[in-house]
Nanobody
Framework: VPLVESGGRLARAGESLELSCAAS????????MGWFRQAPGKEREFVAS????????YYGDSVKGRFTISRDKAKNTLFLRMNNLSPEDTGRYFC???????????????????WGKGTLVTVSS
């Protein structure tokens, strides 16, 4: 499995969580990566993306100022630090990778070639 997410759990409003996405050797390299989420009954939503160098980052409007995306290229791992969680953040969070050589960050799901199976985050009020 190229991408494996972890870190999702039940949290209370106001708490913080950090999600991780481990990329295997089979995953694309030299690429941008991102996080998306999908709440029950809703469409998949862009959360954050980061370019290969880590110098260009985008965030969805609903998470700006609260979430931070980062990556450790040496460990082939993508992170999402989520602060001040609210019940509206509940959903399955997916890690996504662009194809090898696609280094630019983007906000559209169709731009990502590989997806993990997701990790579930539930935030109670």
């Amino acid at each position: 499995v190229p991408l494996v997410e972890s870190g999702g759990r039940l949290a209370r409003a106001g708490e913080s969580l950090e999600l991780s996405c481990a990329a295997s050797d089979d995953a694309p390299s030299n690429n941008a990566m991102g996080w998306f989420r999908q709440a029950p009954g809703k469409e998949r939503e862009f959360v954050a993306s980061i370019n290969w160098k880590g110098s260009n980052i985008y965030y969805g409007d609903s998470v700006k100022g609260r979430f931070t995306i980062s990556r450790d290229k040496a460990k082939n791992t993508l992170f999402l630090r989520m602060n001040n969680l609210s019940p509206e953040d509940t959903g399955r969070y997916f890690c996504a990778a662009r194809s090898s050589g696609s280094v630019a960050a983007t906000t559209t799901a169709v731009s990502f070639a590989i997806w993990g199976k997701g990790t579930l985050v539930t935030v109670s009020s």
